[in-house]
């Protein structure tokens, strides 16, 4: 039954996605559907937090789609119009932004009113999307500032990367957003505690830019993109390609060591806060492995999708 709950969101999402066409209209960018959709569903698999994993599964492939638009496509000026367009906020604003981001920006505001209204018929208010638009705007402002490193030649101390870095990797934005879907406890005191960043988002955050940069810097030089974590660390303290890779290394076991001691500390309300957001980390964990098996999947990751949600599981 639940395999069945899963596959029913995975193939909602998936006519979600098709019917925006964005394969064909972003030829550039990653169709990660089922990939997003196994990530949140790590997570919180539960059925009563079907809510979330359907919201959370259209913002990683939005996100995504915003992501490599940002990095490999869109020209400075571009990618400047598609953030003001953000900050406003408004569907008048697609009319200033390039044509072929306008199916990003109209998709982005469906999901955003579609969470809305699912959010009134379930618990009869939505006062908390505005949490989650500010969490969308913030991450959306520091692809901002990453693309204007790569277009301006700037590259920023290591310390400035990586607090941008809290940001872009997107972990902070996933930890609210699952919040609000999940909507247990004093959900505004919990969004409070969560948009300050506290150790448990910080941790996860660090732990996703690490492993992300070290699986991905090389291939994304050859793209042109010459900022990462292992480059403003060689760059920062004169160390070599290997030392650097080997302090990233060495970074992510002390973050895991925060993360950690912020579960087995947590108490049994921010419990329902520190697991799902323990599990967000462990997946990218997983997802890594062996690669960045998030972008290129056909390998292990396909593996593991099929097995979950396509396959039947024996008892």
């Not at 990660?32 to 997570?43: K, L, Q, T, V």
């Not at 492939?61 to 992501?67: F, P, Q």
């Not at 960043?197 to 042109?224: F, H, W």
């Not at 290997?242 to 912020?262: G, P």
């Amino acid at each position: 039954m639940l395999q069945a709950l899963h596959q029913s969101e995975l193939r909602e999402a998936s006519r979600w996605w098709k019917e925006f066409d964005f394969p064909s209209k972003l030829p550039y960018a990653r169709d990660r559907i089922a990939e997003g959709y196994y990530w949140m569903m790590g997570a919180h698999f539960e059925p009563k937090f079907s809510l979330s994993r359907k919201f959370l599964n259209r913002i990683i492939g939005i996100t995504s789609l915003i992501d490599d638009t940002y990095d490999v496509y869109g020209t400075l000026e571009e990618v400047t119009l598609f953030t003001e367009a953000v900050e406003r906020w408004d569907i008048e604003a697609v009319q200033d932004i390039p044509k072929y981001m306008q199916v990003i920006y109209t998709g982005m505001l469906g999901i955003f009113e579609d969470f809305k209204d699912n959010l009134i018929n379930a618990r009869g208010k939505d006062y908390c999307i505005d949490y989650a638009i500010e969490v969308f705007k913030e991450i959306v402002r520091s692809y901002q500032r990453e693309a204007e490193y790569f277009h301006t030649g700037y590259v920023p101390s290591y310390d400035e990367y990586m607090e941008n870095s809290i940001i872009s990797g997107g972990y902070k934005m996933f930890i609210i957003l699952m919040l609000i879907g999940r909507g247990e406890f004093e959900l505004k005191e919990t969004l409070d505690w969560a948009s300050t960043i506290p150790e448990m988002v910080k941790a996860s955050s660090l732990i996703a830019r690490y492993i992300d940069d070290l699986q991905t810097y090389k291939a994304e030089e050859k793209r042109g993109e010459t900022i990462s974590a292992v480059r403003c660390y060689m760059r920062e303290y004169g160390v070599s390609e290997e030392e650097a890779c080997k302090k990233m290394r060495e970074m992510i076991e002390i973050e895991w060591k925060r993360l950690n001691k912020t579960t087995l500390e947590a108490n049994e309300i921010s419990s329902s806060v520190v697991i799902p957001s323990l599990n967000f980390t462990r997946v990218l964990e997983v997802m890594y492995d062996k690669g960045d098996g998030y972008s290129d999947s056909q390998g292990v990751t396909k593996d593991r999708i099929a097995a979950l949600l396509r396959h039947a599981i024996e008892i």
